[in-house]
């Protein structure tokens, strides 16, 4: 059976319209996405806590962990376009930087590709 991401990135609707680039940044974003609500759900500590997450960058060697609040972490997810990044990972060809601190930046993804394999494979769909 095939996955969300697998259906949104091989389509061939989807492969007329985007490049091989755009399509390996939304690969990697998703799959930060899916290991960070893993990491968020097995995480019992309080509200106010901090929780460590993987950078959510489309850059392909990325590892980098960011330590947010899980406030802030419901934030970035109540959106399926949104991502959590390091500022120096930002990708401005297809994200808007929408809140910017020292220690992150809370993106989202542009209409078209980027945006519709975002909301394609939200795990909380």
Do not use: W
Not at 41 to 60: F, K, M, T, W, Y
């Amino acid at each position: 059976m095939r996955s969300a991401l697998d259906h949104a990135c091989h389509g061939t609707q989807y492969a007329s319209r985007v490049g091989f680039r755009e399509e390996r940044v939304a690969r990697n974003e998703v799959a930060a996405r899916a290991i960070n609500e893993a990491i968020e759900q097995a995480d019992a500590r309080p509200a106010n806590s901090l929780i460590h997450v993987l950078c959510e960058c489309g850059l392909e060697d990325c590892q980098r962990v960011l330590a947010i609040t899980r406030p802030v972490y419901e934030r970035v997810r109540s959106d399926p376009r949104r991502f959590v990044i390091l500022p120096s990972h930002l990708i401005s060809e297809v994200e808007d930087v929408l809140q910017e601190s020292d220690e992150f930046l809370i993106v989202a993804k542009r209409g078209g590709t980027p945006e519709d394999i975002a909301v394609r494979t939200d795990p909380r769909r």
